[in-house]
């Protein structure tokens, strides 16, 4: 394996900026497409043949290793959309001020998917690594969850090159569930004859209330009534309401219980009537599917002579999630590090890409490079 002195920062740079410059929100396949014909002209002579693969209109990307003899395959694992509508780019360009970088995904995961090439030309023995990279991660991977779990079923180990924050891993991260409670009242005029109607908005309002009170702060457990849409003009009683709910909990018996308890939500309003959609989405990561990793990770750091590593457990979700749940050894946050994901000030921090590329090439050589 090179030292983390062959690391190219101009053409991670460049990289980082092509990837950026494609506009790719979730499901969206004109970005997607784009980003991955540039990920498989990266990779040519490195990982062999990618895979494309369309599930409901979203399409994915993915690599089987060469070679299914010997020691299981690692897989490598990560997201080519983002949270950025289509035209962010107009006034949010990509731009570099040193170290710093940012632009619309750079940080959440752009910078990700090119540090994963350069990891690999580092480890240069690639039979036995599988990568796999998914367009609707930040709505759920609601197409994708089932080709993350048949890619990774066999697998020795996961990396999931999700960005870091200030450098740690991230070893535990809460499992989320999604719902949308729906009230069904009857419409009215709202001055002439409002006894008639069944108002969908006020038993709602009762229902907000009984949601945000599900929550556990002592488990860690979040509750949090968040979109709602309701009405159709000012003088009209509503009869329809809507909210949906999103759930975040550190254990996998909370988010069973918040989904009971949402089941049990009855109406307070006489003649309304509830519907309850969605579900547990994701299982919580638990930090036993990583410790082995996280130590192993510490270990070859050491050896290497790179900067010692740190943890972080976050209520974010991720695709090694997913993983986790499969009993499979799964380490997350190895993209590099920077901060601010989901928001304007999201920034990528250049000068920890080639310690990082080190790093995840030594995880990948102690798992799948012959011995």
Known sequence: MKPAAGHKPELFLTR?????????????????????????????????????????????????????????????????????????????????????????????????????????????????????VTG?????????????????????????????LDGALKTARKGGAMFEVTVKGRAAHAGLEPERGVNALVELSHQVLAIDALGDPAQGTTVTPTVSRSGSTRNTIPESATVEIDVRAWHREELVRVEKDLRTLRSRTPGARLELAGGINRFPLERSMSAD??????ALARAEGLSPVTEVKVGGASDGNFTAALGIPTLDGLGPGGGGAHGRDEWVDADSVGERAALVAALICAHACPR
Do not use: N
């Open 16 to 132: 980082l900026r092509q990837l950026v410059d494609i506009e790719t929100p979730t499901g969206h396949s004109p970005g997607l497409d784009a980003t991955y014909e540039l990920l498989t002209e990266w990779s040519d002579g490195l990982l062999g043949t990618l895979h494309r693969e369309v599930r409901e209109g979203v399409p994915h990307l993915y690599r089987e290793e060469k070679d299914r003899s010997g020691a299981p395959p690692v897989l490598l694992l990560g997201h080519a959309d983002t949270v950025w509508p289509l035209g962010t780019l107009a006034d949010w360009p990509f731009r570099v001020d040193g170290a710093r970088v940012t632009g619309p995904g750079a940080f959440d995961m752009k910078s990700g998917l090119v540090l994963a090439l350069e990891a690999l030309e580092l480890a240069g023995d690639t039979d036995h690594v599988r990568l796999l």
């Open 136 to 164: 609707d991660e930040e709505r759920g991977s609601l197409t994708s969850r089932d080709l993350i779990e048949d890619v990774a079923r066999d697998c020795s180990a996961v990396f999931v090159l999700e960005p870091s």
């Open 293 to 298: 990793l996280l130590e192993l990770a510490r």
